[in-house]
């Protein structure tokens, strides 16, 4: 297999970091929420679909209809309900990330646990547009291929409501200062709701995608979580594009460590990008702050 | 106090001694116990030096470790990778260097900058060593796992956990009284101010981490003999981290002595469900953690040592004992009106529960 080919499946993988960054990114750097249970949602989201197109026959893209508008739900609830109230009692930023720590990492074991026991810790697979796909004279799986072209159409969604739209231009302000966005007429915590609900929604969505290619179970949530956290330090808290560049970037990497060293060594990949980021800049590769 | 007259059995003379006298009674343990009793108290004994030594560095600090498990796994991975080619104490000084290192890398690597970089950092140290592990072992040396066979039984890794207690302990009551101790507690209150008085902010949490590190490793390495066989899917277990973190909050991080009363509840209801019913176990930590956050932030401490003032407080029944009961009633009888919904109900009672702030976020 050639360098390129090895490349292009990094790009495609890194289509969907850079999803799973994004949704996090609305979560910790506009809601101000580091949800340590993001990937849990990501987890929910891919057995979700599974059971969809394995009971119902349900196409996992079509199924995103139902699975995404009721993740932003669930997302809206958890931070009305859980959010709020640490939110109100938090005196500075530094506190609030310490309690949202705090209570998404009891969340964390909560949700997998509940995963197990409903779904036990065997791992799944459903084989779903598997055949091969000649693509500028390389091949690759139809799926992935899918994969990274929904995870695109998602991204770019995003990212356009973020830069031209009244909503989005509110989840900027909000994203670089807080106080001042109030001052200008933002309802904080009306929009920081919405931010969470709509990360909690790309995380389903980047769930429902991984389960179309790769085999998961209850316990894969901490490893995409991880990843997340990693890319959006790397691409900067609060920066979209920072997010994707990040994003497609450890993609490449992890694809060329399997290919050249071992498929087992994925985080480990993560880490040390992390770690050369937070040598060299740590304020992000296109942070400013 | 130095220099005051008492009469002789002062009261640091008699907390020391019984101290003493406890710490004697715990040694004696394994000679009165059952072996079920004694392998309860070796998970007790253990779970209390990690979490005493997670309360020295994040007491202070207020910053989070979630990388317990990492330095645990490491203890007991080195001794298990090694114990085939040195004796055993010898394995427990490599452990201990190898966590120190480990320990003095991470923290000069991520404490220097924001403290949210050091907990990312943690949460996914072990996860990242337990896959590397695994890697070296495939392909390098080809092993899946190790075998600890030693004269190391219960009763001698009991005996040194409890040394190790007491040591950590002994450490942290030192701490406090000590200028790095006051420069952690100045740092924690407010880091800008400690850096104006000249304390040295970065070396400080990393001397404490290093330390704190130190005692898990060591754990680690103690327990290693444990368990006959080892593979670093065992070695590097996330709840570990978990657990510590549950104990000390459920004790509460004020006194030096809180993350203790934290161990023994969490031990027992982990033998009661971890075998049977391991998920469920998750689930249920996952509950208990959660409100602790939400509505015991201080801990068990926090509980006792406000039981104990409202004990040392004269009862206040300005209207004698109906006016309660009127108020009471009064409550009861308000018809129930949910303007809001539920979930309006649930934010009144938040409100009135949750510690009031000053001033907006």
Redesign the interface.
């Known amino acids: 297999m050639p360098v390129i080919e090895v490349i292009f499946g990094g790009v495609i993988l890194g289509g969907l970091y850079a999803l799973v960054a994004m949704g996090f990114n609305l979560q910790y750097g506009v809601a101000r929420i ?1 949800n ?1 249970a993001y990937g849990e949602f990501l987890m929910t989201a891919a057995f979700a679909a599974f059971w969809m197109f394995t009971l119902f026959g349900v196409n996992p893209i079509l199924g995103m209809f139902l699975s995404v508008p009721a993740a932003f739900g669930a997302n809206w609830l958890i931070y ?3 959010m ?2 640490l ?8 506190q ?4 949202t ?3 998404t ?10 995963a ?2 409903a779904f036990t810790a065997n791992d799944r697979y459903y084989d779903y547009l598997g055949e091969p796909l000649r693509l500028l004279g390389f091949t690759f799986a139809a799926n992935r291929v899918l994969a990274f072209a929904t995870a695109g159409v998602i991204a770019t969604a995003v990212w356009v409501v973020l830069q031209f739209t009244r909503f989005g231009v509110a989840l900027r302000a909000l994203a670089i200062d ?1 106080v001042g966005a109030q001052l200008v007429g933002v309802d ?1 915590r009306r929009l920081s709701a919405l931010a969470f609900a709509c990360g909690g929604a790309l995380a389903a969505a980047a769930g429902t995608l991984v389960s179309t290619f790769l085999s998961f179970n209850p316990a894969i949530g ?2 995409f ?2 990843k997340a ?2 890319v959006v ?1 790397m691409g900067g808290i609060g920066n979209m594009l920072g997010s994707l560049a990040a994003g497609l970037m450890l993609g490449v990497a992890e694809a060329l460590c399997s290919y050249y060293v ?1 498929s ?5 990949v ?2 040390a990008l ?2 050369i980021v ?2 060299v800049r ?1 304020r992000g590769l296109f942070g400013t702050a | 106090m130095v220099g005051e007259d008492k009469p002789f059995p002062t009261r640091a003379a008699l907390a020391i001694g019984s101290l003493v006298t406890l710490v004697v009674l715990l040694a004696a343990l394994p000679w009165l116990l059952s072996d079920y009793g004694l392998s309860f108290m070796v998970s007790v004994m253990s779970y209390l030096v990690l979490t005493v030594a997670w309360a020295l560095f994040s007491g202070p600090t207020r910053l989070v470790s979630l990388a317990t498990s990492a330095f645990f796994g490491v203890g007991m991975y080195t001794v298990a990778m090694l114990i085939k080619l040195m004796p055993l104490y010898a394995t427990f000084a490599v452990a201990l260097g190898v966590g120190a290192l480990l320990a003095g890398v991470v923290g000069v690597l991520t404490l220097r900058i924001a403290g949210m970089f050091f907990v990312i950092f943690g949460f996914g140290l072990s996860e990242m060593i337990r896959q590397l592990m695994v890697w070296w072992e495939i392909n390098k040396t080809h092993t899946m796992g190790r075998y600890v066979f030693v004269p190391f039984d219960a009763t001698l890794i009991y005996e040194h956990l409890l040394g190790l207690a007491v040591i950590v302990f002994f450490v942290g009551w030192q701490l406090r009284r000590a200028r790095l101790g006051l420069a952690l507690m100045v740092i924690g209150e407010d880091e800008t101010v400690a850096r104006q008085v000249g304390v040295n902010v970065p070396f400080a949490k990393v001397a404490i981490f290093v330390v704190s590190a130190m005692f898990m490793t060591m754990t680690g390495a103690l327990m290693a003999p444990r368990y006959g066989f080892i593979n670093p899917n065992f070695a590097f277990n996330p709840l570990v981290s978990f657990q510590v973190v549950i104990m000390a909050f459920l004790g509460g991080l004020q006194r030096l002595w809180g993350p203790a009363l934290g161990v023994i509840p969490l031990i027992i209801l982990s033998e009661l469900l971890q075998t049977e019913f391991p998920f469920w176990f998750s689930v249920l930590l996952g509950i208990v953690f959660m409100v602790i956050v939400y509505f015991l932030p201080r801990g068990v401490t926090g509980l006792i040592e406000d039981g104990w003032k409202a004990l040392g407080r004269p009862l206040e029944l300005q209207r004698g004992l109906t006016g309660p009961l009127v108020d009471a009633w009064g409550w009861m009888s308000r018809p129930i009106i949910l303007p809001r919904g539920i979930a309006g109900a649930i934010e009144d009672v938040w409100v009135k529960i949750a510690p009031q702030t000053k001033g907006r976020r």
């Open positions: 580091v340590l009305r309900v859980l709020t109230p939110a109100r009692r938090a005196r500075t930023r530094d609030l990330e310490g309690e720590i705090l209570a990492f009891g969340l964390l074991f909560v949700l997998r646990g509940a197990t026991i807080p904080v901490i490893e979580t991880m956290l990693v330090i071992d087992g060594l994925t985080l480990a993560a880490y992390f770690l937070l040598v740590p």
